[in-house]
């Protein structure tokens, strides 16, 4: 079934497989998956009395009128009547021959929306039959009628033909039941088979209301299944990672020690707690997979650090990955100093390190003399050799590509051994999401912020009080603080958000004179954006106007308050990165969040959210309830949070059970094989995030 293409069905060639492959659909089971979104009834024929606005009804009666009226378009009215009460057909378009159909005596059955109308009810175009004098029609279906999620150039009628046909092909051993016959016992789930045809063909009597909520049995039974291979596939890629070993490192107290007593302040007990949780992993010959949450400040550059320390005092290299060439220099920076009390060499590489610099740099890192390498996903490229690569770190994961995740994966590998990895993200994930989409990672969280920090104090503002904001930053700016002043994307158009960012600097310039303005955007070269920032870093630049570029990774302990344009426009997530830029030093902060009126309820909700709390972890679980997972985790783009039928909050509270489940089956790999195929086919791989 999973191989069987969608070109066995009967009358199904090369135009219709093409918009079926737009729907996902390729093989007859991605068919039988391909579930409705609603149904209609079609079972039996309501009484004209009873009808309802916004219903979909099949009914039947006898035509009493029949006329052409002019109004503002020319129609055919026509009215039904059954003995309870009576409706007004309108047909806008029509010809002749079914005007002339459509005469007063004439009995006639008709399917369509009921809509109020100029006197009483109305049907707008409805499917119809007419019943020649003293026929009958067929009785009524005997399923209700299934509605598809659908694509241009594809009508409802030929997807249930086609669903109908595979239903028909389907034979008693496609498709068989993964599901241990015990389980599906006790939770009253029904068998594969009849769940699909179920969900394809519901009886009349079949509760909607559930179906439509996606909490039907048989839905139910599916998405559990489709959670089970996804964390079977997670933990088979762990199984085989780990079935490559990796090197074991003793613990090194004194470099720890003599790293530590450079720095100004202590750890924190929760860096220190998630620095042993890491020692003990590395001191294993098993390739560490550990996740890293920490909010925004909460110091996991340095818990990374010390990983490093323990890789460099037993000989090995260390490769630190962030997403941007900002983020990626300031971990450098940070490092190199750090590491220099330690006479360990850092080497950086990154896009714009080049030529002879960059050739510099390779040899360091192919010769092993570079114990630490820091960069942007340049350490992925191919020229990239490693001498003895023990540790992989990357910060703020989510933003990576699988593919890069994994080709990082292979360049420490001597044909046996894995690196062992450290993942560390800024984005607090709700529990329920790291079960599912990072069951293969181990997790430690940073929950606690160095001392000293004041909170931020979030403001809600309509940017008609745009002049008050103004002087506020004025003000700050003149008592020797910094600002930022963050611009946010306008319909997803980058290059729109440079242009407003860069109209903003101009009039802000012309309204502050005084103040040294700065301006940083994703457009500007790489080395330009470094130059800005640097420059406000050494607070020669009193207000930096920036798009979400400095989302990540900027330190700057004297900037104190930041303002954001239309903050209606971003996740939750995003606003809460970029408030945790300011509120780094003993200064009380303040965030403006300058809104748009009017706002949303939903919009007002969030913003809410965003003055009422600081805590990462409440605001993420805020997001994905108003987001959904796929804005929360960012992986949208790389699709490995695509679910068919589980929505992972909907059916969170099988993700807790998936894992209980999923114990057992281990016993049976040809099984775990099969379900993994069944859901995840050849995107496996896709789904190593
Ligand atoms: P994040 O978790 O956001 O990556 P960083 O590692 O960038 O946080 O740390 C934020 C700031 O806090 C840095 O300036 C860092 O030097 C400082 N810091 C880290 N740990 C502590 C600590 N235990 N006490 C005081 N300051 C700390
Ligand atoms: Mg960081």
Redesign the pocket.
């Known amino acids: 079934m999973t191989a069987v293409p969608i070109t066995d069905i009967k009358g199904v060639g090369t135009a219709l497989s093409l918009k079926l492959a737009k729907l996902g659909i390729h093989s007859l089971q991605d068919l039988l998956f391909h579930l409705p979104i609603r149904y209609q009834d079609r079972t039996r024929i309501r009484s004209l009395g009873s009808l309802q606005i916004g219903e979909e009804v099949l009914i039947e009666g006898e035509l009493k009128l029949s006329d052409v009226v002019m109004g503002r378009r020319r129609s055919l009215l026509c009215r039904l009547q059954d003995g309870t009460g009576q409706i007004t057909l309108r047909f806008f378009h029509f010809n002749a021959a079914q005007k002339n159909a459509l005469r007063p005596g004439v009995r006639l059955r008709a399917f369509g929306e009921v809509r109020p109308g100029g006197a009483g009810l109305e049907m707008v175009h409805p499917e119809y039959q007419v019943m020649s004098s003293g026929q009958t029609l067929a009785a009524p279906d005997q399923a209700l009628t299934p509605v598809y999620p659908m694509t241009e150039g594809l009508t409802q009628v030929r997807m249930r033909n086609l669903v109908r046909q595979a239903l028909a092909q389907l034979s008693s051993h496609d498709l068989p039941d993964y599901l241990p016959e015990s389980l599906r016992q006790s939770r009253a789930l029904p068998e594969l088979q009849s769940a699909l045809r179920y969900l394809h063909q519901p009886p009349p009597n079949a509760d909607q209301q559930a179906l439509l909520a996606g909490r039907h049995p048989a839905q139910r039974r599916l998405a559990l299944e489709e959670l089970l291979a996804h964390h079977l596939s997670l933990s088979r890629v762990r199984q085989q990672i780990q079935q490559q070993g990796s090197w074991a490192m003793p613990e090194a107290p004194e470099l720890s020690q003599t790293f530590l007593q450079q720095l100004p302040?202590?750890?924190?007990a929760a860096?220190q707690r998630v620095i042993a949780e890491i020692q003990q992993d590395l001191q294993r010959p098993i390739p560490m997979l550990r996740l890293v949450q920490?909010d925004?400040?909460?110091?996991?550059?340095?818990v990374a650090a010390l990983a490093a320390v323990q890789v460099i005092a037993a000989g090995y290299q260390v490769a630190v990955m962030a997403p941007t060439e900002i983020l990626a220099e300031q971990h450098y920076q940070n490092f190199s100093q750090w590491f220099a009390t330690l006479n360990v060499d850092v080497a950086w590489l990154a896009g714009k390190v080049k030529g002879k610099q960059r050739k510099h740099q390779l040899e360091q890192i192919a010769s092993g003399e570079a114990a630490v390498v820091v960069g942007t996903h340049a350490l992925f490229q191919e020229e990239v050799a490693f001498a003895r690569l023990a540790l992989v770190v990357i910060d703020e994961q989510h933003r990576f590509g699988v593919h890069q995740r994994l080709s990082l994966r292979e360049k420490g590998a001597d044909g046996i051994r894995a690196p062992h990895q450290l993942i560390m993200t800024?984005t607090p994930i709700p529990r329920t999401l790291t079960m599912s989409a990072y069951a293969d990672l181990d997790c430690s969280i940073i929950d606690e912020l160095?001392p000293g920090r004041t909170p931020v104090n979030t403001l809600v503002i309509a940017d008609t009080r745009r002049e008050e904001v103004i002087e506020r930053v004025k003000q700050a700016c003149t008592q020797g603080r910094q600002a930022y002043w963050v611009c946010t994307l306008i319909e997803e158009s980058e290059a729109l958000q440079c242009q407003a960012a860069e109209v903003t600097a101009a009039n802000l310039s012309e309204q502050l004179p005084n103040l040294r303005i700065g301006l940083v955007h994703g457009r500007m070269k790489p080395a330009e954006k470094a130059a800005v920032m640097a420059e406000f870093k050494s607070a020669n630049i009193d207000l930096l106007v920036a798009t979400t570029v400095i989302e990540v990774g900027v330190?700057v302990p004297n900037a104190s308050l930041m303002i954001i344009e239309n903050p209606e426009r971003l996740g939750l997530a995003q606003l809460h990165q970029l408030r945790g830029r300011v509120g780094?030093g003993s200064v009380e902060s303040f965030c403006v969040l300058m809104y748009h009126p009017p706002l949303s309820k939903q919009g007002r909700e969030r913003l809410a959210v965003m003055r009422e709390t600081t805590d990462g972890f409440r605001i993420a679980e805020k997001d994905l309830q108003l987001r959904g997972p796929g804005e929360v985790l960012g992986t949208r783009q790389t699709g490995m949070m695509q679910f068919r039928i589980a929505d992972l909050e909907r059916d969170a509270d099988l993700l807790s059970e998936v894992h209980l489940i999923a114990q057992p089956l281990h016993q049976h790999p040809k099984r775990v094989e099969a379900l993994i195929n069944r859901w995840m086919g050849s995107s496996e791989s896709y789904a190593q995030v």
């Open positions: 302040f202590e750890l924190t860096q920490g925004v400040g909460s110091g996991k550059t340095l800024a160095p330190d780094r």
